[in-house]
């Protein structure tokens, strides 16, 4: 019995170890649980971390992190989105102080620096949008990150295309590299947390501001369809992309960049010029121009004070236009009546544009395309600009046109010929209508009519001469013709000239452009030469009070003889050293005081007929100095402005999704 006892009590240990060994392996599996539950309790608590992947920041996701947070028991979630803005290449501040500016150039570097696709994924989408399959499907990724990669595409894309217009066009003495331009792209990195993130967004977001998504839009070949502040609705479309902006609760304007098909970077490319900031909100620089401020943070809501700025933006604006080089009342309102008519073969606007407007094309460059800043469409197809240079130099060549043989006439007979000679070998060129020999001709033309104009003894002249130009074509353009008048006779050879710019409607597509000149040539000048003479004059001989939009106070009426002492229009009225004096202008146009003279081939005329004659000159130098304006620059079909100018250099914070 001893032994069976013995047994038993061994039995009972045995079944005793069993049962704690049972024990210990469920307490540490609880235990495990109990830390694993712990475990996933803290690693949940970093919120937004899956967010942060690579298929939504691409390589933008490495700079994503967790840092522990003792005092709340938690992980918070960190990482890196750009801050996107637009700068010239030289530029060392950014909107982050005392941080690296990455810049977007198309290089390897820019690429690593700037963390968007390599050029072997880049390579690989750009042959997927060959074969027209877009990609539909990758909508989880941040559009911010496309919208780098597509800048990045856009530098090199069109790089590669100016080497080979080079190519195209031997020899090159200027070479045109990034370096060279005054309008980049760059960012900042900047470090963000989940934890500021509004509750409706779910994707990282990058930031810019409201001028500079503007511009971005514009470089990209993207054309606004939309613009309400009121709403916040925005929407631009063009060159393969749809780019739309909304109201985010807790956010502010969030703008989200799509593709929608295929985009070109090639001459299509806006010219990477500061001015681009200008011309997206409806300013244009113009050649009086003398300094500026880059950062565009000083007068957006001022008004032009003087001839440096025009404002082309919308109807009002370009009325207020009108009034600063001191328009009628009749010529402003045109603008603001909706049955008025602004267009010859094409709309006055860009005529402006082109007499006035600075030339922005850089030398050396195939780039042309600028932003549209006037509110109406620019369609080549009624109009052929070639024939209208050639229809120019035959004009100003014809001594029916009553011109002078001045010094500046023969030059712009010269200049015109010259340039009517090398359109001729451009249209046989490898590259028509972009032709390196085309575009430095262009640009010269207009550096000599430049000079010319701003060298002028008689700014009040210039002045009078652009004020009497429009105000003689907006009239004939509105002027009613006669009852049964059908313009038949324009559509012949064997016609009578134009009288009215009715007729041009009805004239065929060759003879459009001779009846245009003919019209500008015998009627317009003949107008303006009198006219802006007589005005001239009439200023010269009273007493002058600048306008309201005067910065400068008013004449006393003791302050010069030149003001005070009456002239008379008639040859010989006043000695010419009193008429060459400067006046006081109601209108500063550029400060440039050469000394006061009378030119050589003016000496022995009277003093009726030498302003004339010179006035005949201004006019002939800002006609041609608009038709190679218009040659040089270009504009897309379906860019129109929409009113914004308040907008300009705004740095209102806006959202990339």
Known sequence: MDNDARNNGGNNGDNDSVVNYVALVVSLVALLGTVAQVLQQYIASAAGYSNCGESVMGKWHESKKRKFRPTELRFEVQFETPVIFVCPPGNGRGPIPNKGIDFVDGTEKSLRDTRALLRSEEEAQQRSLLANRVHTADNERAS???????????????????????????????????????LAVAMQAKQRSWDTMPAGVKKPYATTAMCHMIEIAAMMGIYWKEFDRTRDRYRGEGNGYILTGTHVPDLGVT????????????????????????LCCGFVSTLFQETKDRRRVEFPNEDPKDLSFLQLGSFDEIAETMVLIECNTDTANYFRDDDAKHSHLFPVAFELLGMLGKTLHIPGSGFRMLPNP??????????????????????????????????????????????????????????????????????????????????????????????????????????????????????????????????????????????????????????????????????????????????????????????????????????????????????????????????????????????????????????????????LHDFHKKDVQIPKSDLRGSRLPVYIA
């Open 144 to 182: 911010w990150v496309t919208l780098l990669s597509q800048l990045q595409s856009m530098e090199r894309e069109s790089q590669e295309w100016q080497d080979q217009h080079y190519k195209n066009n031997p020899p090159q003495a200027q070479i045109v590299k990034w370096k060279n331009h005054t």
């Open 255 to 278: 703008f989200t960049f799509q593709i929608c098909g295929k985009s070109r970077f090639q001459e299509n490319r806006l010219i990477p010029v500061d001015e681009i900031k200008e």
């Open 374 to 631: 006037t509110p109406y469409h620019w369609d080549k197809n009624f109009f052929n600009m070639r024939r209208l240079v050639k229809e120019y130099w035959k004009k100003i060549s014809d001594t029916d046109s009553d011109l002078p043989l001045d010094a500046q006439t023969q030059e712009l007979i010269e200049d015109a010929g010259n340039l009517v000679r090398i359109l001729d070998r451009d249209k046989r060129s490898k590259t028509p209508g972009n032709s390196m020999p085309l575009l430095n001709q262009l640009h010269e033309t207009l550096r000599k009519c430049d000079f010319f104009l701003k060298e002028q003894n008689q700014k009040d002249l210039v002045r009078m001469v652009i004020r009497e130009h429009f105000q003689e074509v907006l009239r004939l353009i509105n002027e009613r013709g006669d009852e049964g008048v059908d313009g038949r006779s324009l559509r012949t050879t064997d016609r009578q000239p134009a009288e009215r710019f009715d007729e041009l409607t009805a004239a065929s597509p060759e003879l459009r452009q001779e009846a245009f000149m003919e019209l500008y040539f015998f009627k317009v000048l003949r107008h303006v030469r009198e006219s802006a003479v007589k005005s001239y004059q009439r200023r010269k001989s009273t007493q002058y009070a600048p306008s309201m939009h005067s910065r400068e106070p008013s004449v006393d009426s003791t302050s010069g003889e030149a003001v005070s002492r009456p002239v008379s229009p008639g040859p010989g009225a006043a000695p010419p050293h009193l008429m060459m004096q400067e006046s006081e202008k109601s209108v500063p146009m550029v400060q440039i005081h050469p000394p006061d003279r009378v030119p050589q081939q003016f000496l022995g005329m009277d003093l009726t007929t030498q302003l004339e004659l010179q006035a005949a000159s201004i006019w002939c130098t800002l006609v041609l100095r608009m038709l190679c304006w218009l040659l």
